[in-house]
């Protein structure tokens, strides 16, 4: 046996870590190569970014690829500090939520410094819980998608709430999650991927909270998925911490140019996601009308539940009239489907299609 090593020898010993070796990896929603089809399975937006962000990329110059960007992307952080009304200090830039939420895994867990989340929720979270060798402490949601009480005791180093959740679409309020970060020892990292299709945030809990983090993304509201950027909101001293951790040019100088342009563009921003969310009361109107049990939804998607008719068959038959929606064979999920609110077309289309589909 080499000496500190849990091998016979030096041949059984994989180039990976044991976790590594065992681990799944994390399965992306299918990216299909063809672009006629109806994409409803990655909660990416329908709608272009901004023209800002089209004319900022337009006019990108040499040196800012030749050059290495701003580690920490200040023009950025500024932009996202007024639209957040905090100060830059307050925020950290990051290639996607993605790259937060590995960061934060990083920063906070290990064997004896576990994760909590409630469950079901972004299937990405035990995946990095898992490469750090970390096991989660996994706490059912209600039938109602309440917050469950448990959290607050679990005496994770590093607790996670989605907010609004994903795949449920429902939403906890401030004022829950603020009496959560009061009662936590750990650090509460609210993943509000989503937060740009709800009417309220956790902003304000940065400012009362030491342990607090937020998550944001450009990828949903900002149509920006191809892109990948998002940012963490924290008071400085996490934010400094995390900066320790994350790769020196994590945002590279083209993607933070065209985040900035998005931010900065609150008009268009705000008629996208308005677009979005009335679409939203409508595709939940008519998925009810065909007798799918719905829950309101708080993001920019839904999440049926099919009672008259398996949702992996319904899945199927979407995929044959090239329509994606998102199926999950996970317990308590396999009879549901997740659908991404699409243009009003692509809604319309997907409706006919479920009609002829449930009629057969
Ligand atoms: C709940 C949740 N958090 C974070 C992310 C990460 O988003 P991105 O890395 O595209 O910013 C996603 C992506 O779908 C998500 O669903």
């Known amino acids: 046996m080499v000496e500190g090593t849990q091998y016979e020898s030096e041949a059984d010993m994989g180039y990976f870590r044991d976790n590594v070796e065992k681990a799944k990896g994390y399965e992306p929603g299918y990216q299909p190569a063809q672009t006629d089809v109806i ?28 050059r290495y960007p701003d580690p920490m992307g200040n023009v950025f952080r500024q932009a996202a500090a007024e639209v957040n009304n905090v100060a830059p200090e307050y925020i950290m830039c990051c290639n996607g939520g993605d790259d937060l939420l590995s960061i934060a895994f990083r920063a906070f867990c290990d064997e004896s410094r576990l994760v909590a989340y409630p469950v079901p929720t972004y299937s990405l979270y035990p995946v990095l819980a898992n490469l750090q060798n970390c096991s989660p ?47 936590l020892s750990g650090v509460l990292l609210i993943d509000e991927a989503y937060v740009d299709f709800t009417e309220e945030n956790c902003t304000s809990l940065v400012r009362d909270f030491d342990n607090v983090i937020i998550l944001r993304s450009m990828s949903k509201g900002y149509s920006l998925a191809g892109l990948r950027f998002g940012y963490a909101i924290a008071q400085p001293e996490l934010i400094a911490g995390l900066v320790k951790i994350k790769d020196s040019y994590n945002v590279d100088a083209v993607a933070v140019a065209a985040a900035t342009a998005a931010i900065k563009d609150r008009k268009y921003f705000k008629e996208n996601v308005e677009k979005i969310k009335k679409d939203r009361e409508l595709l939940t109107a008519q998925l009810r009308a065909l007798k799918f049990k719905v829950p309101k939804s708080f993001a920019n998607f839904v999440l049926a539940e099919s009672k008259n008719c398996e949702a992996g068959r319904i899945y199927d038959k979407l995929v044959q009239r090239n329509i994606y ?35 057969e």
């Open 39 to 66: 994409k409803l399975n990655t909660n990416e937006n329908p709608y272009p970014p901004s023209p800002e962000v089209m004319k900022v990329l337009a006019e990108i110059k040499p040196d800012q690829l030749r």
């Open 137 to 183: 402490i996994e706490v059912p949601f209600d039938s109602e998608f309440n917050l469950p009480p448990k959290l607050a005791g679990s005496g994770a180093a590093l607790t996670i709430i989605c907010n609004p959740n994903a795949p449920s679409g429902s939403f906890v309020s401030t004022g829950e999650l603020a009496s959560l970060a009061d009662e």
């Open 325 to 359: 929606v998102r199926y999950f064979s996970s317990p308590g999920l396999s009879d549901k489907l997740r659908i991404t609110v699409g243009t009003s077309e692509q809604n319309d289309r997907l409706i006919l299609a479920l009609k002829e589909i449930l009629s």
